[in-house]
């Protein structure tokens, strides 16, 4: 069964670093864009970051621009975020899915579970 499963998430301080990662079984990403995008409670879901099949091209939402990275490994079928400088406003539960660009929309109609991310004090 195709399946996509975030992990990586926690309670971090602000400033502080988390790395997430998303696995993708029963699908094969290497041929996709990747992206992850994240929900805060009471928000729509928005997209955060993506990268290129290669992981030539990597493409962030302003919000995150300088603090996130993006990357990939093909071979393990997996998409990674790492995240510094973390602060209150990127609590939110965090999801990866297939990308299309250039409008940066997920492509794939299921979601993981999903990880949370909560920075606070």
């Known amino acids: 069964q195709d399946q996509l499963v975030e992990s990586g998430g926690g309670l971090v301080q602000p400033g502080g670093s988390l790395r997430l990662s998303c696995l993708a079984s029963?699908?094969?990403?290497?041929?996709?864009?990747m992206g992850w995008f994240r929900q805060a409670p009471g928000k729509e879901r928005e997209f955060v970051a993506a990268i290129n099949w290669s992981g030539g091209n990597t493409y962030y939402a302003d919000s995150v621009k300088g603090r996130f990275t993006i990357s990939r490994d093909n071979a393990k079928n997996t998409v990674y975020l790492q995240m510094n400088s973390l602060k209150p406003e990127d609590t939110a539960v965090y999801y990866c899915?297939?990308?299309?660009?250039?409008?940066?929309?997920?492509?794939?109609?299921?979601w993981g579970q999903g990880t949370q991310v909560t920075v606070s004090a």
């Open positions: 029963g699908r094969t990403i290497s041929s996709y864009s």
């Open positions: 899915n297939a990308v299309s660009r250039p409008s940066m929309t997920p492509v794939w109609g299921s």
